[in-house]
């Protein structure tokens, strides 16, 4: 079923109706009363058009891409009169509408005959438009010269950033471009900068993970694939240490949160000034707590231990599985053991999942999966759709995890290289939740579904 463009889109949206096929004339419809008032609009043939019913949630899904399009096709229209305006007004309708869907990345993809544009939308990119191939050069371009970029560059990779202000708000723009077999590839990464800080508490952490942040010094790892959360975990647990009488310097590729209690650092490996340089300079800076915002290589990690070793609370992020493979991981990139066991102080591994949309999420009895028998009577939800979720049945999403404090029983083991499987023997013996018991805690509470 789609919209058929013979009716204005604006009375299509009051009557909630459209025409769907002109050979059969076909009207879909929300409410059958609003087809007589769409029948003026319409050729005499749809005097004897077939109704059909439809929800609101699909009359949504079908009209607004179609609004989107004529919205576009409107500032396109203006390329005639000034090109320069009309590509401005282009590239900050699409920004003014990733913001408005609380998207983290826009994406242009040059295709052979057209622009591919997706946004990514809680961690899922999603179809927004597409656009004529003739627009993609000068939108590039116009992208290029805000970055200060090279606009005859298409062959190689280059990387930027600008502001702009929407609504009395100021956002920063990552962008990154890329040549491919069909042109470039253009990302443009939002960054919320006044985003308000959020407590441990309110990201969903337990109580406990705070006491484990008086450590006076030593290692605290959170991992997670790109996407799963770890800076703002990052961010919360140093706004819980802030303190006049504390030292809190960060060094970050880039600085993604300006913060003003704290001395922050952006590299710059254009001009040598990497993870590498940076924390070798900081430790001149009498800190009391680091934070490095990825630990990409074995000289980062050895300079990390470094740090821990002379006293310092040091903080960072690893892309690894869960809590176990993080010290797989740290074993293989060369940290001794003895040191690692003395040092590591806890691991936090984190995925944001798709929270169920409170307001149609539907129940259901008989789970497919195959689960564990303590969830056998309990009742789990699905996802269904409404206005308020954009018909995915989806809003916001909710974090998991798993915290893996460092004992003096898994000191030992991890000093004696100890296989996987005897390091979560002790875990469990001490109550471990792993990332899917804190997962299935949530679904049963009716905020994930098993998907």
């Known amino acids: 079923m789609k919209y058929i463009s013979i009716a204005p889109l604006e009375i299509c949206k009051k009557l909630k109706s459209f025409p769907c096929s002109i050979t059969p004339p076909q009207i879909a419809t929300t409410q059958e009363e609003s087809v007589t008032l769409l029948l003026d609009f319409l050729p005499q043939d749809f005097s004897e058009a077939k109704i059909f019913l439809i929800s609101s949630e699909v009359f949504e899904q079908i009209i607004t891409p179609v609004q989107r399009e004529e919205e576009i096709q409107e500032i396109c229209n203006l390329i005639a009169q000034d090109e320069n305006l009309a590509i401005q007004k282009l590239l ?4 003014a509408q ?18 591919e544009i997706k946004m990514r939308i809680d961690g899922e990119l999603r179809e927004f438009a597409t656009l004529s191939q003739e627009f993609f050069l000068p939108l590039s371009s116009f992208i290029k010269l805000e970055c200060m970029l090279d606009i005859h560059e298409m062959r190689k990779p280059q990387d930027g950033k600008f502001s702009l202000i929407f609504e009395e708000r100021e956002y920063d723009f990552r962008v990154s471009c890329i040549p491919t077999i069909k042109g470039e590839s253009l990302v443009i990464r939002i960054l919320y900068k006044d985003t308000k800080e959020k407590t441990l508490q309110e990201l969903g952490f337990d109580k406990d993970l705070q006491n484990a942040l008086s450590m006076p010094y030593g290692l605290i790892l959170v991992t997670g694939p790109t996407g799963s959360g ?15 009488r504390k030292k809190i310097i960060t060094i970050e590729d880039p600085v993604e949160y300006d913060v003003a209690e704290l001395v922050q650092i952006a590299i710059n490996e254009k001009y040598g000034f990497g993870f590498q340089e940076a924390l070798r300079s900081i430790l001149r800076q009498d800190p009391d707590v680091i934070m490095v915002g990825e630990t990409r290589d074995e000289e980062t990690l050895s300079l990390l231990i470094r740090s821990s070793l002379t006293g310092h609370l040091v903080f960072s992020t690893l892309h690894t599985n869960d809590s176990l493979s993080t010290i797989e991981r740290l074993l293989d990139m060369g940290a001794k053991s003895y040191l690692l066991s003395s040092l590591l102080h806890l691991i936090i591994s984190q995925r944001l999942l798709p929270r169920l949309c409170p307001h149609c999420k539907c129940k259901i009895t008989h789970p497919l999966k195959k689960l564990p028998l303590k969830y056998k009577d309990q009742i789990f939800y699905e996802a269904k759709g409404c206005e308020k979720c954009n018909n995915r049945g989806y809003q916001g999403r909710i974090l998991i995890y798993e915290t893996l404090f460092v004992d003096e029983h898994l000191r030992e083991l991890i000093h004696q290289h100890a296989s996987r499987e005897k390091l979560l023997t002790q875990l469990k013996n001490k109550g471990f939740e792993s990332l899917f018991e804190n997962a299935m805690q949530k679904a049963c509470r009716g905020e994930l579904s098993l998907s």
């Open 92 to 95: 900050h309708y699409f920004l």
């Open 230 to 244: 770890k800076s703002t975990t990052l961010y919360s647990m140093l706004h819980t240490l802030k303190d006049s």
């Open 98 to 115: 990733a913001i408005k869907l609380n998207a983290s990345d826009i994406h242009f993809h040059s295709l052979k005959n057209c622009i």
